[in-house]
């Protein structure tokens, strides 16, 4: 018998993430050995020549590289996008652009990528390099606060993707619930937050955030949902037929 979720949330902490220590945020590899990563990458779907450009610029100049989703992470976005027919999907959280580009990749001619990006210098990076690919045309950004530019939206959409602040992941969440197609997908990342979702005494802001995403996730009646340990986790959200 699974035990309740408020009890799972209590145990102590395993001596693995003991040793790594809880004071910083580690890289989403360290969940998996980078050996398997670069394994399973290698198994699944490649980058485009565009996305390994996107990739290699961001780490060369930015200041936290890793927030990139990375190749393997985004053959499972070109997966998603295709096993359901995306046309229309949603992004919260642009970064340099490398997800984005990597979703309109697996859409038709007609389908489009809508990405929502809070600082215009990151907007401006991704626009640079969509601008280098076939499917950069099917991609448009938003620079604001995307819980206004979602509240300012019209949905169905097929395929819901957030990768933003943590703070608002749950109003992300509940957002995107109104946004979504009764046969869409919503996905959430770093959801097990490189391990610290286990800390149940004394977490930091944003993982007490994402610890109270996956709460109201895992809680909620309106969908099916997995956590998957993909990359920094993964959670895949289906709306139940209503």
């Known amino acids: 018998m699974t035990p309740p979720l408020a009890w799972r949330y209590t145990t102590p902490m395993p ?4 040793k790594r220590g809880a004071s910083g945020r580690t890289s989403p590899g360290d969940l998996v050995p980078t050996e398997i990563e ?3 990458a290698v198994c699944s779907a490649a980058e485009s020549d565009t996305c390994k450009l996107i990739r290699a610029e961001t780490y060369r100049t930015q200041d936290c590289p890793q927030m990139v989703v990375g190749p ?3 053959a499972f976005l070109k997966v998603m996008a295709l096993a359901i027919g995306a046309k229309r999907v949603l992004e919260i959280g642009t970064f340099t652009g490398y997800s984005a580009l990597a979703m309109a990749e697996a859409l038709p001619d007609d389908g489009t990528v809508l990405t929502c990006e809070i600082d215009p210098d990151s907007a401006a990076f991704a626009r640079r390099f969509w601008e280098k690919s076939p499917h950069g045309r099917k991609i448009e950004v938003r620079v604001g606060p995307a819980l206004e530019t979602m ?5 169905p959409f097929d395929l819901i993707f957030i990768d933003a602040d943590k ?3 749950v109003n992300y969440y509940r957002r995107a619930l109104d946004l979504i197609s009764p046969t869409g997908v919503v996905l959430v990342d770093n959801v097990l937050w ?3 979702v286990l800390n149940a005494h004394d977490p930091d802001p944003s993982t ?3 610890q109270e995403l996956n709460r109201v996730v895992a809680s909620d009646s309106r969908v099916t949902a997995a956590l998957l340990t993909l990359r920094d986790g ?3 959200i289906k709306p139940k037929p209503r």
Do not use: C
């Open 194 to 196: 490189s391990g610290r």
């Open 151 to 155: 509240a300012a939206m019209k949905g």
């Open 72 to 74: 393997l992470e985004s």
């Open 208 to 210: 007490a955030a994402i």
């Open 38 to 40: 670069e394994y399973a």
């Open 15 to 18: 001596s693995w993430f003991k």
């Open 234 to 236: 993964v959670f895949v």
């Open 167 to 169: 703070a608002n992941y």
